[in-house]
């Protein structure tokens, strides 16, 4: 399968906990996104990342999020102290940047709840 | 800011036409996309404007008004399997971030 993936596709974890979770993007891609989504709501952006450099960070990524995409390839979103407010399904995408931009493809998400 | 209103949710019948409408007020602008998401799952792409007018693909028809800041999603020849959200996202001119609005619930009935 050449498609985004990401890994676990499900985690419960108790509110204090730090987790970590990976993205695999479609391997020519060279930008990758981390968006989050709420039951009812579309994504809300995180951050994203340009090759291994992270380019920008959404305000809702506040100190206790962390995100790394090392050698431009995989991506890791770390949570720690979770809440249960950061109960939620966390997406990943991938695009290959060309002039003009191109469209994003999405993994199948990380769905996470803090008990 | 930036801001996209949609419909929270619609029904149709199995077979006819639906149209789903979708505003926008962002600061930059690089395209409109529309996304189908089943419950549970990803996004996955549908289309994508970034000049005015409509572009068809099968079933499926995106319009799109720059000036307006309006665009809508056409459904034709709806199947059961089309009951789904469906996301309008405008995509960030300096960035390619989407941004997207709540999305719209579509549930077609026999």
């Known amino acids: 399968d050449t498609g985004v993936s990401q890994d676990p596709r499900h985690k419960i974890t108790k509110r204090g906990q730090n987790v970590t979770f990976r993205c695999d993007p479609i391997s020519e891609h060279n930008r990758l996104y981390w968006y989050r989504q709420t039951l009812g709501q579309g994504p809300e952006f995180l951050t994203y990342f340009q090759n291994e450099a992270q380019l920008e960070k959404s305000r809702?990524?506040?100190d206790r999020f962390s995100a790394e995409r090392p050698k431009g390839s995989f991506s890791t979103l770390?949570?720690?102290r979770t809440e249960q407010g950061d109960s939620a399904m966390y997406l990943c995408a991938s695009s290959l940047r060309l002039a003009g931009g191109n469209e994003q493809f999405?993994?199948?998400g990380t769905r996470l709840t803090v008990l | 800011g930036q801001n996209i209103d949609q419909p929270t949710e619609m029904t149709a019948t199995e077979g006819a036409i639906v149209q789903i409408n979708c505003t926008y007020q962002t600061s930059g602008f690089n395209g409109l996309f529309w996304y189908q998401q089943h419950a549970g799952e990803a996004p996955t792409f549908l289309s994508y404007n970034v000049l005015d007018g409509l572009e068809e693909k099968g079933r499926f028809s995106s319009f799109l008004s720059?000036?307006?800041g309006y665009s809508y999603l056409l459904l034709k020849e709806l199947q059961m399997?089309?009951?789904?959200?469906?996301l309008c996202a405008v995509r960030d001119s300096n960035t390619d971030k989407l941004i997207f609005g709540t999305g719209t619930r579509l549930q077609v009935f026999p």
């Open chain 2, 66 to 68: 720059r000036s307006k």
């Open chain 1, 106 to 108: 999405f993994g199948p």
């Open chain 1, 60 to 62: 809702l990524l506040s």
């Open chain 1, 78 to 80: 770390e949570i720690q």
């Open chain 2, 81 to 86: 399997k089309d009951s789904a959200s469906y």
